[in-house]
């Protein structure tokens, strides 16, 4: 069965770093794009980053671009975010995604907070 589990969240400061992990398993990791998308209180969910099976190909939201890096490490099974110059919009809960025969799956998801 498909297990999406993340992992790395928590408070931090304006600035400061912290690296996401999304441990996977039930599934062929490598024949799937991975993605984190992230939603904050009253806000509808957003793409973050995507990366393709090999990793050749990586995209990113605006708004993250230049502090935000995705890798992945297919003998592992796991996706990572790397998050650096954090701020306080960056607030949110973030989640692990890859998409199936159309369908969606999610991690549960890693509260992440900015906030001095």
């Known amino acids: 069965q498909v297990q999406l589990a993340e992992s790395g969240g928590g408070l931090v400061q304006p600035g400061g770093s912290l690296r996401l992990s999304c441990a996977a398993s039930g599934f062929t990791f490598s024949s799937y794009y991975m993605n984190w998308y992230r939603q904050a209180l009253g806000k509808e969910r957003e793409l973050v980053a995507s990366i393709s099976q090999f990793g050749y190909t990586t995209t990113y939201a605006d708004s993250v671009k230049g502090r935000f890096t995705i890798s992945r490490d297919n003998a592992k099974y796991t996706v990572t975010l790397q998050m650096n110059s954090l701020k306080p919009d960056d607030t949110a809960v973030y989640f692990c995604?890859?998409?199936?025969?159309?369908?969606?799956?999610w991690g549960q998801g890693t509260q992440v907070t900015v906030s001095s």
């Open positions: 995604n890859f998409v199936r025969s159309s369908i969606n799956y």
